[in-house]
Structures are given as structure tokens and as C-alpha cells.
């Protein structure tokens, strides 16, 4: 299977431009004296050292000798293409140019030599990425399902009253209808009245047991009328 030949015009333009300059190193290095091979070598010369001199740049955009070497290259390259365009008398170079074209191959070496083995560049770290924030779910407080009914916690007692010898405690009768007691409650008063009678002797009254307990009057009494 043939794969199909497509024409850059980019790489073209580069052939074409690169074949004229070539041409131009060579006129120059023959007209300065340079003849048979050593003619056709000086614009290779050229070109190798403006490539590498490039390619350093693209690795290493700070690298100065590359900038340098380059410029040096790509001077050489312009000067060769204007002075063969009829500014310069080929048939009678100047001293001074053919100086410049039998001192370049020992400049092309220290170029290219430098070039070669200049120090690659450190590459930079990439920095880590940062870790993505996790979102904690809290979770909501519990709600006990069951209320426990707390029992009123008990008053403390007081140091019984001592009694008076001969004379009872004034007993106020309960009254005839009994209010509804919780059953909690009637075991605190019976407790209060059994440690009353242990302390004093006596039954607990009506008022006493209000006063332990903290209760209405008619609750007491409803409560005094079922410890009886």
C-alpha cells in the first residue's frame, strides 16, 4: 500500500531557499580562492552550524553561546547572499574578505565543538497537584425516641421538731375527696412518712408531708388520706 506524496509549501520554500544560499557560501568561498571540494564544504559549514546553533536555542532559550553562534552563522549566511548580488567584484576579492572565508573553518569547529557539548538544561519540576478538599458529612444529632419520666427528686428532710412532752401534734383531717396520685409520688410520701415515724414516734401531719413534698394543699391531702 502506497501512502500519497503530499507537497508542503513550507518545505518547499526551504528547499528552495536553502539551495540558493548554499550556492551563494559557494561562489564566495570559490571567488576567495577556495577551489574543487573546500568550496562546496563552506556553505555546508554554514548551514550545520546555523542548525545546531538553533536547535541548542530551542532546548535552552537562555543559553547566550547559542544566541551568539547562531548570529555568527546566520551573518555569514546574509553576508555571502549580498555580496553575490553584484555589490562585490568577484574576479578581484578584497584581502580582508579572504581572510574571513580561510579563517572560517577554525571558527565553525569552535562553534560547532561548544555547541555540542554545552550542559542540557535542568528541567523543572512540575508541581504536585494539590489534593482536592473531601467534604465531611456530619451527621445530624440523634433524637432519643423514648422521653424517660423522671420521678421528683425527693426534699431533703429536716431535723424533726423536738416534741413538747404531754402534747400531741395537731392532726388536720383530709378532705373527703381524694385527688388522683401518681403512683411515683405515693411511694416518695410513704418513704417520708415511714422515716418521720421511725425519727419522732408519731404518724406524719398533713402539713409536715406538704412541706417534704412541695405540694398543694389538696394533693397532700389526697396523698395523707391513701397512706392512711
Same mark, same amino acid.
Given at each position: 500500500?502506497?501512502?500519497?506524496? #503530499?507537497?508542503?509549501?513550507?518545505?518547499? =520554500?526551504?528547499?528552495? %531557499?536553502?539551495?540558493? &544560499?548554499?550556492?551563494?557560501?559557494?561562489?564566495?568561498?570559490? $571567488?576567495?580562492?577556495?577551489?574543487?571540494?573546500?568550496?562546496?564544504?563552506?556553505? +555546508?559549514? +554554514?548551514?550545520?552550524?546555523?542548525?545546531?546553533?538553533?536547535? #541548542?536555542? #530551542? =532546548?535552552?532559550?537562555?543559553?547566550?553561546?547559542?544566541?551568539?553562534?547562531?548570529?555568527?552563522?546566520?551573518?555569514? &549566511?546574509?553576508?555571502?547572499?549580498?555580496?553575490?548580488?553584484?555589490?562585490?567584484?568577484? =574576479?578581484? !576579492?578584497? @584581502?580582508?574578505?579572504?581572510?574571513?572565508?580561510?579563517?572560517?573553518?577554525?571558527?565553525?569547529?569552535?562553534?560547532?565543538?561548544?555547541? $555540542?557539548?554545552?550542559?542540557?538544561?535542568?528541567?523543572?519540576?512540575?508541581?504536585?497537584?494539590?489534593?482536592?478538599?473531601?467534604?465531611?458529612?456530619?451527621?445530624?444529632?440523634? +433524637?432519643? @425516641?423514648?422521653?424517660?419520666?423522671?420521678?421528683?427528686?425527693?426534699?431533703?428532710?429536716?431535723? *424533726?421538731?423536738?416534741?413538747? *412532752?404531754?402534747?400531741?401534734?395537731?392532726? +388536720?383531717?383530709?378532705?373527703? &375527696?381524694?385527688?388522683?396520685?401518681?403512683?411515683?409520688?405515693?411511694?416518695?410520701? #410513704?418513704? /417520708? %412518712? @415511714?422515716?418521720?415515724?421511725?425519727?419522732?414516734?408519731? *404518724? /406524719?401531719?398533713?402539713?409536715?408531708?406538704?412541706?417534704?413534698?412541695? !405540694?398543694?394543699?389538696?394533693?397532700?391531702? &389526697?396523698?395523707?388520706? =391513701?397512706?392512711?
Amino acid at each position: 500500500m502506497f501512502r500519497t506524496l #503530499r507537497l508542503d509549501p513550507v518545505l518547499i =520554500q526551504a528547499v528552495i %531557499a536553502g539551495a540558493l &544560499s548554499f550556492a551563494h557560501l559557494h561562489d564566495l568561498a570559490a $571567488a576567495a580562492g577556495q577551489d574543487g571540494w573546500k568550496a562546496w564544504a563552506y556553505p +555546508v559549514s +554554514v548551514d550545520l552550524l546555523l542548525v545546531a546553533a538553533w536547535r #541548542r536555542m #530551542r =532546548q535552552d532559550s537562555g543559553n547566550r553561546d547559542a544566541w551568539l553562534w547562531f548570529a555568527i552563522a546566520l551573518t555569514a &549566511s546574509l553576508g555571502a547572499n549580498v555580496a553575490t548580488a553584484g555589490l562585490l567584484d568577484m =574576479q578581484d !576579492v578584497p @584581502d580582508w574578505l579572504r581572510i574571513l572565508v580561510a579563517g572560517w573553518p577554525a571558527l565553525a569547529f569552535l562553534g560547532g565543538t561548544l555547541l $555540542a557539548h554545552a550542559p542540557a538544561p535542568t528541567p523543572k519540576p512540575e508541581p504536585e497537584p494539590e489534593p482536592e478538599p473531601v467534604e465531611e458529612e456530619i451527621a445530624p444529632a440523634s +433524637v432519643p @425516641d423514648v422521653i424517660v419520666e423522671r420521678a421528683p427528686e425527693p426534699v431533703p428532710e429536716l431535723p *424533726p421538731a423536738a416534741p413538747v *412532752p404531754g402534747e400531741a401534734p395537731p392532726q +388536720v383531717a383530709p378532705s373527703a &375527696s381524694a385527688a388522683p396520685v401518681p403512683p411515683a409520688l405515693l411511694d416518695h410520701a #410513704r418513704k /417520708i %412518712a @415511714d422515716a418521720h415515724r421511725a425519727q419522732t414516734g408519731v *404518724p /406524719i401531719d398533713v402539713t409536715t408531708l406538704r412541706n417534704r413534698l412541695g !405540694v398543694p394543699a389538696a394533693l397532700a391531702d &389526697s396523698i395523707a388520706l =391513701q397512706l392512711t
